[in-house]
């Protein structure tokens, strides 16, 4: 069978059957059998299962993988390659339903609270009158014998640091103040904070040790029974004075440690770190040179510095490289075990990132799973030797990791890769929460490494049977985006229609350009998480 001119078909086809020198994408089929998408101007191919496209002027592959759920706006991440896109990243942006409220933000840290509060009075004698307007609040309340007050709520859950409420006031008589969670709402009860008195003044008011902060619902202010006035300017949540705790970097140039040790050293100690995580050489299930680690390591503890050993590889989160990836945990474990206290390694921390592998290698209804199967052999292998792992911010919504991470990690670093500080804090919140609450420690990574300019094009879903610049095909269960040249409608189709293209050069993601910007955010960001009980110190990404 001969095809028109200009014509192209879309195939799908065993790996092994498909043409090479064609553009293409990798898919996975059942039992993890690799297929490959193709475009070609042949009407067929042998073995392959074949769709006409007509006239489609083709200009990249993009495989969303059988699981994947199509959204109305896709985003695609990548760059022009030979003449063609070609993708490296892939968001399915969450439709908005409309009817299921913002998940709440973890209360803001030394910001006036009241300026995002409401204010409801409370008592059956309605003897309060209260009034919030630009972030202060003023109560009056007339004498009474029976409870009255007010119910200061917001759209937030209330971190696990160690911290007080700091309030700012004027009036007279003497105000109680309550914090309750959802529990002791339901009951028309709270727990206790202190009080403010009469006069002037700032107030640290303690949150309760048994309030849910999680379920934070609000706090009460309890007028005296003798009456009384308020005025407050300001209500913030103030970290304790933070626990002191070391910086760190990667040294990913093992010729660093190994050759030019007093000088990656000095460098360090300029540059305040507390921690290096080096590149060690294993050999035969073993550490290659253990003398010459035993010496760096002694040599960077007189100085004050502690070194760790990093391993990383997507791959190793694939069950056939399970057991050499364990077994490289068990050649430092030996190391320790053998070495003097003074030379023995901090820990060993794996950077897997296993979210890298695509989705014919890994599925990613497969990921997690295999992740914490990973997760599981690591620690066995590791014995009591410290175990940490490197994790993107964004993993904090997934509970299966993060409860595998409780039960087999004694740390994590979260990739937190922004450079907003507000972003940086938000980010790192959950993690510092799930450390306090695990008792685990956490590092927080920044990045100062270069990264490449890249495109990223937004995709909106448009009417069936309309034109699209990129079309999305389901042909056996297997989802593809065919991108266009020129837009045009497939009956099979799904359109999408290109409403936005723009560079991404990442200052909002690395310091890269100004690191002196970095250095400069560092001592903040430390007093804040340094109230978190388990923060184990900032980490600093190419740094050097």
């Known amino acids: ?15 092994a059957s498909a043409p090479g020198g064609a553009l293409s994408a990798k898919a996975l089929g059942p039992g993890g059998k690799e297929l490959r998408f193709v475009v070609t101007g042949a009407a067929t191919l042998p073995g392959c299962r074949s769709l006409d496209l007509g006239a489609a002027q083709v200009e990249a592959l993009h495989v969303l993988g059988p699981t994947a759920t199509p959204t109305t706006t896709i985003l695609l991440q990548g760059d022009d390659k030979d003449g063609r896109f070609a993708v490296s990243e892939q968001t399915l942006v ?6 299921e409220p913002a998940a709440p933000e973890p209360m803001p840290l030394r910001t006036n609270l009241l300026a995002a509060m409401q204010v409801r009075p409370y008592g059956v004698e309605e003897r309060v009158q209260a009034r919030l307007d630009r972030g202060r609040l003023r109560i009056d309340c007339r004498a009474g014998a029976r409870p009255a007050g007010v119910l200061l709520t917001g759209p937030w859950t209330i971190p696990r640091l160690r911290a007080s409420l700091k309030a700012t006031y004027s009036g007279k008589g003497r105000f109680a103040w309550q914090a ?3 529990a002791q709402a339901a009951r028309e009860s709270a727990l206790g904070m202190g009080q403010i008195s009469a006069g002037a003044g700032t107030a640290s008011l303690l949150l309760p040790a048994g309030l849910d902060r999680t379920n934070w619902r609000h706090f ?14 300001a209500l913030t949540l103030e970290p304790d004075v933070p626990v002191v705790a070391p910086r760190s970097t990667w040294i990913w140039d093992r010729s660093a440690w190994l050759e030019r040790g007093d000088e990656l050293l000095d460098w360090a100690v300029r540059e305040r770190l507390g921690e290096l995580f080096i590149v060690v050489q294993l050999e035969e299930g073993r550490v290659k040179d253990p003398d010459a680690l035993a010496a760096f390591v002694r040599h960077a503890r007189r100085r004050g510095i502690g070194i760790s050993a990093v391993e990383g590889d997507p ?3 694939l069950p056939l490289e399970r057991a050499a990836t364990a077994a490289r945990a068990r050649a430092y474990a030996a190391y320790n075990a053998a070495a003097e206290p003074a030379a023995r390694l ?4 794996f950077d897997i990132e296993p979210y890298l592998l695509p989705e014919h290698v890994l599925p990613a209804a497969r990921l997690d799973g295999e992740y914490v199967a990973t997760l599981a ?18 993993w904090g919504g997934r509970q299966e990791v993060l409860d595998a991470l409780a039960r087999h990690a004694d740390a994590v670093s979260v990739m937190d890769y922004r450079t907003d500080p507000g972003q940086i804090l938000r980010f790192a919140v959950p993690f510092l929460d799930w450390g306090a609450t695990n008792g685990k420690r956490v590092r927080i990574a920044l990045e100062a490494g270069p990264l490449p300019l890249e495109t990223q094009r937004r995709y909106l879903r448009t009417q069936d049977g309309g034109a699209g610049d990129m079309l999305l095909f389901t042909v056996e269960d297997q989802q593809v985006l065919v991108l266009l040249r020129q837009p045009m409608a497939h009956p099979r189709a799904a359109p999408y229609r290109l409403v936005d293209t723009r560079r991404i050069d990442g200052s909002a993601t690395t310091f890269h350009k100004d690191k002196d ?3 400069a955010l560092l001592p903040r960001l430390e007093a804040d998480f340094g109230a978190w009980p388990g923060f184990a110190g900032i980490a600093l990404h190419e740094i050097r």
């Open 377 to 394: 052999a690591l620690r066995e292998a590791a014995g009591d030797m410290p175990l940490e792992f490197v994790v993107p911010f964004w």
């Open 1 to 15: 069978m001969s095809a028109p001119a200009h014509a192209a078909f879309l195939h799908l086809c065993p790996a």
């Open 220 to 233: 009460a202010l309890a007028c005296p029974a003798a009456g009384g006035t308020l005025a407050l300017d």
């Open 346 to 349: 901090r820990g060993i921390q």
């Open 94 to 99: 969450p439709d908005g339903g409309g009817n």
């Open 180 to 182: 309750a969670d959802a």
């Open 517 to 519: 910007a970095l250095r």
């Open 315 to 317: 791959h190793m989160v």
